[in-house]
């Protein structure tokens, strides 16, 4: 899915940001929903992918031209994410699904969803689970992500189907 | 293994795909851009009005050019692009003629220049030392207040290199191989590489390395030797460096020897790094003696050394200093940021003091820095430096 983005590392590194919009573009989807799939909130989720861009940015020149931009992204957003939940408690968070139950069926559909599928799975099973439902990687690319070898990651992820189909019933 | 049938669960997730994302990249860099500058402003604020080059590299210390040549062998590796003239670059950002290359890109020299503010440790010049005692008599933990006073004013003298090891927002830039004419002890080198610092906008070199050639021995060693020009001082510098790359994972290795031409004074930097996925784990260490002689003796004969050791995983930064001499020895552990504004730090102090028949266990000392000054705060004792 992801090509080389060591152009735009080295470049960035450089103080030229001419291409961060295309970097952008290619990259925000998959960590939208890694964000999203712990927040289950829209509006929160792109308060942190902006400040999970504005960190990498931050930090961009001790990064290795060669390194796992996705993988490296990823990583800032859940660390930004827990440390939000850390800070803020989860009481915004909870109140923020409220306003979203009100204003858009899709949300209430995929929020309720996720509560439910985060129940069933535990911790390493979701997120496997959501990098590739929600994130759209690749199994290969989970698996050079997370460090494990790709049948681990098979595994867990057929083992998470099967106990989504038996903890969701019919679907 | 196979997957599993999965294509009803995706589609129950497949309306969330449809979701537009509003953050658009000019927000984030406009956001980043003045964080930047923000930044950049917070550092000029902090340091003190000593001449920026003079922090980095200047007087006599033969640590920092160690830790220079270190920067300047280390460099030499990478070689960047020029500026791209149309980069929406940061207003605040000093111009960098096109002729010099990058530095910081490359973590490991800036990490060695960054310890160029060590050469300070244990001394006080130039200080201003405002000691408020808030009770002198009373005894916090196993502490007084002069043993305090001397915790703070040995982390005061390295406080600004450990700020840098912290933050590294310095920036430095190379004008590499340029050729050489000039003779210097009986000797005309080929080449010579000139370092020049964002404090005077990169006008001026402070530092010189004359060299023939880098000896890549194999792909994974490096050795060099050549001389050192600071302040116009010179030094003799041999290094050797042993690296060692593979998927994710990297390995380095580094030892450094210089001789001061004139006073024979020898430093010796050794490095360590390991590097795996989110990761990271550095040590390192200076050792200053006052003679090759005495080094070869007894390596643990130095005047004193300073190490340090850092591990990061994710965005855990922890630091660790030690430093030595020869009847005493101060570690500041945990050094880790606690506030963003004011500036603020914490760490815990062991220090051992033979002479000065000082012992002092796992003390944690507050630092915070305040409208230029430095507000150093433990149990109940405080002391300001400026």
Redesign the interface.
Known sequence: MKGSFSEHIKRFKEGNYISFDEFYNELNRPIFYNIYSLTRNYELSEELLQETFTKFLMNVVYIDEGENVLGYLIAISRNLTLDYFKKYGRVRNFEEHEEVHVNDKNSIDKTLLLDKIAKILKPKELEIFTLHVLSEMTFEEIASLKKIAIGTVLWSYNNSIKKIRKGLGEL | ??????K???K??S?????E???R?????N??LK??EA?TNKVEEKKTPKNRKMFIFGGLGVGSIALAAASITLAIVFV?????P?????PS?PVIPPSLV?V??N?LA?EFLTFSNFRDYGTLQNNVKNLININRKHQVKNINSNSFEIIVDNYDSIHDGIYNILN?DELFKIEEKAQNNQELYGKTYKFVDRYYSSSDNFTNSFMEFYYDDINRIDEEETSAKGLMKLDEEYFDCYLNKESEAEE?ESELELELFLIDKETEEMVVVNKESEYG??ESEDSYSIAYYQSQNDYRRDEDKFIYKLSYEIEKE??EEELEIQVETQSSQCEYQNIKLINDDPLTYSFLVEYEDERNDIEVEDFEVVLKYVDGKRYYTGGDLEEVRI
């Open positions: 293994m196979k997957k599993y049938d999965d009803d669960i995706i129950k997730f309306d969330a795909k449809d979701y994302i509003k953050t990249s000019d927000a984030i860099l956001n980043f964080l930047k930044q960047s692009e020029p500026n791209n149309n980069s929406p670059n940061n950002d990058s910081e890109n973590t800036s590294k994710n996925g989110h994710g965005r």
